[in-house]
Structures are given as C-alpha cells and as structure tokens.
C-alpha cells in the first residue's frame, strides 16, 4: 500500500525545510569561487541520503531549532534566522554540531568542491593519497604508556 508519509528512517517534509534552511546558512554559494552551497539539489539530496545513524540527534537539533525560532525557522527574516543558529551554536554546541557534521561530510565529497580545494574528484580508495613521512618518535609517549586494552578470549 503506497503512504504520503515518510518512513520512520526518513526527515518529514517540515524538517527538510529547518534542515535545508541552517544549511543555506552553513555554507552559501559562492559566486566568486564558482561553488555551490549546501543548498544545491545534488549536494542536499546526498545529506538527506547520508544521514543515517545520526538521524535521532538531528531530528532534536532541528526541533531545538524551531523551538528558539518560536516556529518553523525557515518562515522567519533571515536576519534573524541567523540569531537563532547563533545562538543554538552558543548554546547548544552538541546539537550544532550535529548539523554540521551531516552538512560538511556530503558537502566536502562532492565532485566540484574536491576540485576547487585542488584534489581529484574520486573517492580515497582504491589508490590512497601520499601522506608525507613524519616523526615517528612523536609515537613514543604512546608507546611508553603500554596497553590500554584488554584481550578478549
């Protein structure tokens, strides 16, 4: 039987609509590099794809949100929009950050964006990235302080 409601694992339609208003406010275009913000349809498609175990925090983040916003964030100027998300951010550093990490992780994959920071536009496997040699002797006091686990049968 087909249902106009979501499935359980999904964000309703009004929280879409929070989500996709913090994230224009997380990462606009830019007209001057030529990139799209959060809000481009391929980009936001991948959050709301991507979401996954993080969805029963964000769903409490967006609500906070439009419970400081005194209703639906989007429907307010966006002035004022962004004193709200200041303040979650002040506030409620958890719940931002939630936002955040569901924002960024799709946002910094995406084809264009990898390639205006000037890496290829393909996933990090197979072929790995060169990842310069260091010093390994930073690794010691890690070692000096012995096992930190215990050994499962």
Not at 60 to 70: D, H, I, K, P, Y
Not at 75 to 93: D, I, K, N, Y
Request: glycine share 8%.
């Amino acid at each position: 039987m087909f249902s106009l409601l979501p499935a359980v694992d999904e964000l309703t339609g009004p929280e879409q609509e929070t989500l996709r208003c913090v994230v224009s406010h997380m990462i606009p275009p830019s007209e001057e590099l030529g990139l799209p913000g959060a809000t481009d349809p391929a980009i936001f498609a991948d959050i709301l794809r991507s979401i996954g175990r993080d969805l029963p925090a964000l769903r409490r983040s967006l609500q906070t949100v439009n419970e400081m916003a005194g209703g639906p964030l989007n429907t307010l100027p966006s002035s004022e929009q962004s004193a709200v998300l200041g303040t979650l951010r002040s506030s409620h550093a958890d719940l931002a950050g939630i936002l955040e990490t569901v924002t960024v992780r799709c946002y910094y994959r995406d084809d264009r964006v990898m390639t205006s920071l000037g890496m290829e536009a393909r996933p990090p496997f197979p072929l790995g990235f060169e990842v310069p040699q260091g010093d390994w002797s930073l690794l010691e006091p890690v070692r000096l302080r012995g096992k930190i686990y215990r050994d499962v049968d």
